[in-house]
């Protein structure tokens, strides 16, 4: 958690920041060593955090190398059809490269991935990479949105909780808070999306239970978009609900108080700007999440983006090249997501370029 307030700081909420001057070319050259120290500070961090995602991206492409060994089912069998002779089945195999060594394999693999080749789709022709970058714009679209949903309702619903329950006020209400919060949790995704297809398309028919451009896509995206925020609003809201308890506790803000500013600027201008670290830590853990979580409701809501590409290539086709490139791209996704995160957290936070909050 950052604190606006620090000894530093102002003394009234009108007086200016920073501590007076007395000598200005002594003040310079403090401020050039600073400069100069918070750059190497930021070359290191910019380093160390690029080195990270490097590593990572690396044994990324390995996994999805050997992930595809593990899925259960014969590709060419799949390719060839059920009544192909064992002659047609082996010729498949051999045009696919399957009957080489895995070392051969691998190798042929490391080398296309580093072109940005996936190889072509074993049931349809096309480069895989093609195919999941046409569904990857869907999937982002529903993730972002309900991201977006997730910090506004979530973060505000704690705020607003946490502030009328300081002090063991409104206990009923801290309570009812906490069963609603934890049974929304409770939930898994792809429950509460059949839920809310029981409800909003099959009782009240005011939301498509499917995309179909019938109903347009943003009617469409409701109810997978609520799918996937309804856990993520619960858990940010417990979150910030905690963070903003602590925080009205701590001393800069029993000097906000003393202030008698009016509440609502007291918490904008103070409270709210120190709950940043925890929303922008939780926004990249959020929606790294949810593109997982994508996969499978858009399966329910047929929604056309990776998770029905994906659970496609793995359940029907055992389409290889699919299922390689569509994890890679979304394991390349949530490291960026991850890594600009850490960069934002750094402008807002100084103290985490140096790693205490690794």
Do not use: C
């Amino acid at each position: 958690m950052t604190t606006t307030l620090t000894p530093g700081s102002p003394s009234s909420p009108d007086s200016p920041a920073g501590p007076a001057t007395g000598d200005a070319p002594a003040a310079a050259t403090s401020g050039g060593h600073r400069a100069g120290s918070r750059g190497a500070l930021w070359r290191r961090f910019l380093v160390r955090r690029g080195a990270g995602a490097a590593v990572n991206v690396v044994l990324l492409v390995v996994l999805t190398f050997f992930i595809v060994q593990l899925i259960p089912g014969d590709p060419a069998t799949a390719i060839a059809g059920e009544n192909a002779t064992l002659e047609q089945v082996e010729l498949v195999r051999e045009r696919l490269g399957l009957d080489e060594p895995l070392p051969v394999q691998l190798g042929r693999y490391v080398g296309g991935v580093v072109q940005g080749d996936f190889g072509d789709s074993f049931r349809y022709g096309l480069p895989a990479l093609h195919i999941v970058t046409t569904a990857l714009p869907y999937t982002l679209s529903i993730a972002a949105a309900a991201v977006l949903l997730v910090l506004l309702v979530g973060t505000t619903a704690g705020i607003v909780v946490g502030i009328a329950t300081r002090g063991d006020r409104n206990r009923w209400l801290d309570r009812v808070f906490n069963v609603v919060t934890g049974f929304m949790q409770a939930i898994p995704a792809y429950l509460q999306a059949t839920l809310l297809v029981l409800v909003f398309a099959v009782w009240l028919a005011v939301l498509p239970p499917a995309y179909t451009l019938a109903y347009g896509p943003v009617e469409s995206a409701v109810l997978p978009v609520l799918a996937l925020s309804i856990g993520g609003v619960s858990s940010v809201a417990r979150i910030v609900r905690r963070e903003t308890a602590v925080a009205q506790e701590m001393d800069f803000m029993r000097t906000v108080r003393g202030w008698r500013l009016p509440a609502g600027r007291a918490y904008a201008k103070h409270l709210l700007p120190n709950l940043l670290t925890t929303t922008l830590t939780l926004s990249g853990i959020i929606l790294t999440s949810m593109l997982g979580s994508a996969l499978i409701v858009e399966t329910v809501f047929a929604w056309p983006g990776l998770g029905s590409t994906v659970i496609q290539a793995i359940a029907v086709d055992k389409d290889y090249p699919v299922i390689q490139a569509a994890v890679f791209v979304i394991g390349t996704v949530s490291i960026l997501i991850t890594l600009l995160i850490d960069v934002v957290l750094g402008l807002v936070d100084p103290r985490t370029l140096g790693g205490s909050h690794d």
